[in-house]
T-cell receptor, first 112, second 115 residues
């Protein structure tokens, strides 16, 4: 059974600091996705990671994928208040029965 | 205009009532999904459809049904609403191929309260 775990679940950090959110998954997967959700809003796609060693960066966010370790990370560099949101990873498969499982989310609060 | 729209945006109903949530998209995607979001549980898949003639159950389909009326429209029904179906419901669409590789595009959500 495919399970997706994120940690931490809550993260409060000061502006200017760096931190990493971790996404672990339990079975072989082809694709890993990161989404952002602002309070009361919908989800917005951030990154799609398709292969082992994939790294993508957008502004202060960088996502990476290690399929052997079944681990993806979302690294935040020099956090700013505007990054405050909930971040979800999701793991998908392209073979066999369709699966697309979301982690429970990491609520990030960046303090000024 | 938004690519994925949901109606209604908010709905309060009573236990036992039948309600329908509607989703429309202009992205031209074949794949459409219904999720519910509950605090602390992330998003859970209710139903998904890969084309008009293909409907599949997700993790938590009990108590729900769907209809894919056209490529662009996917409706979710609660036949007899119960309080534990109170949640935020999202519709999403995706395209399997490049360049998005099943990246999902979400509607604004419907907040449903069952009294």
């Amino acid at each position: 059974e495919l399970k997706v775990e994120q940690n931490p679940l809550f993260l409060s950090m000061q502006e200017g600091k760096n931190y990493t959110i971790y996404c672990n998954y339990s079975t072989t997967s082809d694709r890993l996705y990161w989404y952002r959700q602002d309070p009361g809003k919908s989800l917005e796609s951030l990154f799609v990671l398709l292969s082992n060693g994939a790294v993508k960066q957008e502004g202060r966010l960088m996502a990476s994928l290690d399929t052997k370790a079944r681990l993806s990370t979302l690294h935040i560099t020099a956090a700013v208040h505007d990054l405050s949101a909930t971040y979800f990873c999701a793991v998908g498969t392209t073979s066999g029965t369709y699966k697309y499982i979301f982690g429970t989310g990491t609520r990030l609060k960046v303090l000024a | 205009d938004a690519d994925v729209t949901q109606t209604p945006r908010n709905r309060i109903t009573k236990t036992g009532k039948r309600i329908m949530l509607e989703c429309s998209q202009t992205k031209g995607h074949d794949r459409m999904y219904w999720y519910r979001q509950d605090p602390g549980l992330g998003l859970r898949l209710i139903y998904y459809s890969f084309d008009v003639k293909d409907i599949n159950k997700g993790e938590i389909s009990d108590g729900y049904s769907v209809s894919r009326q056209a490529q662009a429209k996917f409706s979710l029904s609660l036949e007899s609403a119960i309080p534990n179906q109170t949640a935020l419901y999202f519709c999403a669409t995706s395209d399997q191929g490049a360049p998005t590789y099943n990246e999902q595009f979400f509607g604004p959500g419907t907040r449903l309260t069952v009294l």
